[in-house]
């Protein structure tokens, strides 16, 4: 029996390479037709099977369904490690590009039975089902390449084993005569770009800002009774409302909301048709059209396809706008965030306005304490997405000629950006938002002793005069009625009909 098995083996054995040519790396001429392999070779032990592409073989695992060009990224690109490897939204994204493509490419003739498989491979990767067959990183082409290659290969072998070939055959499934049919990575990795920005802007980003904007609101509205001392450069000012300072904070991430949804009809707009500098070489008429109508369809966004290829491969300033917006929102949250942890510092030394949720344990040697944690992590939030938009910046200015080559460092930033801001404005909602409670007595303590309130006297006995009651109050440690009295400028009855905080909270 063993000696039938390796009689078999040998009998399938293809000629080998020239050493040269098989070597990896190898960069000299196209595969000679005496030795190219019309099937996968069986490495020893079959932990391997040999593949080739323009460059030569090389051995691709047995139990992954990515190929040659795969394997020579993780050569060349040994940058970072698994915690760099491409965005998951961005394979799932060419997942539902593929099998828009091998639709359309059915309608203008490709083999059914070819495209059937791709579709079915490809959706297989739109839901997650084959992330472990894609581990490029991030720091690789700048045009996304071997990404998109290592989309192709995957969709190829899984389509070719549906179909009862042998993985690595590259038949009846080539990922690039058939996969990669009237496309150019430089077209399908940015559109896998916006259709992953958009998914998780419509997934994530916006239902956690949505989230944090209502806790909020139900805040301002539980609070709107509740008068405080206002503070401006971090010292007293005029009464306001807890409920109107929380309303401050409700209108910034409902224009935060509005921003982002603002730069989305420009992410709505898809490169598919483009190919290689805009022009469209290679595809048919009607096939960018189609393309963008059958992603829409899979994923329920309004896509189209965009108006001008030629921007839409040289350039990502939607992306950069897109980034902008939550630049804005992470400057909000940041504000958001520091207010409440400070109008909530204390417990006894602090301003100790209101009453934050305790969630855990703060230190390891002080007993008891407790700290505000959740906007701690909001407000280091808020800094990566800083940081993340100025590398969306750079990469967005540095389109050359006809193609920008900062692509995957832009998406994995701007889905690094939403992603986080989505997460933390839910972690920030249901962890402390509905949790925070007014301290009425420290407020109200405070209100009272606030030399501020003198600023209502200004209509009765002028700024002068006003000022000079607040001075002398705070010089000797007394209060305002008992100032403005021993200087003469009132009399008590006055000044308990002109200073009343419920009256000072708008206009009259």
């Known amino acids: 029996m063993y000696r039938a098995l390796r009689i078999l083996a040998r009998s399938r054995r293809l000629p080998r390479a020239p050493a040269s040519a098989s070597a990896p790396g190898w960069s000299g001429a196209a595969v000679p037709p005496s030795w190219r392999p019309n099937a996968a070779r069986t490495a020893s032990q079959n932990t391997f099977r040999i593949e080739y592409d323009t460059f030569g073989e090389l051995k691709a695992p047995n139990d992954k369904y990515y190929g040659t060009q795969t394997v020579r990224s993780t050569m060349n690109f040994k940058i970072g490690g698994v915690t760099e490897r491409m965005p998951i939204p961005v394979i799932k994204a060419f997942g539902i590009l593929k099998r828009a493509a091998a639709e359309v490419n059915q309608d203008y003739g490709l083999d059914p039975k070819i495209a059937n498989a791709i579709m079915k491979a490809a959706d297989e990767v739109a839901e997650g089902k084959l992330n472990d067959h894609f ?150 008429i009607g096939f960018a059209e189609k393309v963008a109508a059958k992603v829409a369809a899979l994923t329920g966004l309004p896509f189209v396809t965009a108006p001008n290829k030629f921007e839409a491969l040289a350039a990502h300033d939607a992306l950069v706008e897109l980034s902008g917006a939550m630049n804005t ?80 460092m832009m998406i994995k930033n701007v889905l690094h950006s939403a992603r986080l801001l989505g997460d933390t404005s839910v972690s920030f909602t249901e962890n402390c938002v509905v949790g925070i409670q007014a301290n009425t007595e420290r407020i109200n303590k405070l209100m009272n002793e606030s030399l501020m309130l003198v600023t209502a006297l200004n209509p009765h006995i002028g700024y002068d005069k006003a000022a000079k009651i607040a001075k002398t109050a705070h010089k000797n440690g007394s209060t305002l009625k008992e100032t403005a009295i021993e200087l003469g400028y009132l009399t008590a009855e006055q000044f308990d009909e002109w200073v009343k905080p419920k009256d000072m909270l708008g206009p009259k």
């Open 329 to 408: 929102t992470a400057c909000s949250l940041m504000k958001i965030a520091n207010d409440i942890r400070f109008l909530g510092s204390g417990p006894r030394s602090g301003l100790g306005e209101l009453i934050l949720p305790e969630n855990e344990p703060a230190s390891s040697i002080m007993p008891g304490k407790v700290n505000p944690t959740q906007c701690e992590a909001m407000t280091m939030v808020a800094a990566q997405v800083m940081g993340n938009h100025v590398a969306v910046t750079v990469g967005g200015s540095n389109g050359h000629f006809e193609l920008n080559v900062f692509k995957p």
């Open 135 to 284: 581990p490029l990183v991030v720091w690789q082409t700048g045009s996304g390449t071997q990404t998109n290659m290592n989309v192709n290969e995957v969709i190829s072998n899984r389509a070719i084993e549906m179909l009862g070939g042998e993985l690595g055959s590259k038949k009846p499934v080539h990922p690039n005569d058939h996969v990669n049919k009237s496309q150019s990575s430089n077209d399908t990795f940015p559109t896998a770009m916006h259709i992953a920005a958009a998914v998780e802007v419509h997934e994530v980003l916006l239902p956690g800002l949505q989230k944090l904007h209502d806790a909020l609101n139900a805040k301002s509205k539980e609070f709107a009774q509740i008068i405080k001392i206002g503070r401006t450069h971090t010292q007293d000012a005029v009464p306001l409302t807890l409920g109107q300072e929380f309303s401050g904070y409700v209108q910034q991430v409902s224009y935060a909301m509005a921003r982002i949804k603002a730069a989305m009809p420009r992410i709505y707009e898809l490169a598919a048709g483009g190919t290689a500098v805009g022009t469209g070489l290679n595809t048919r």
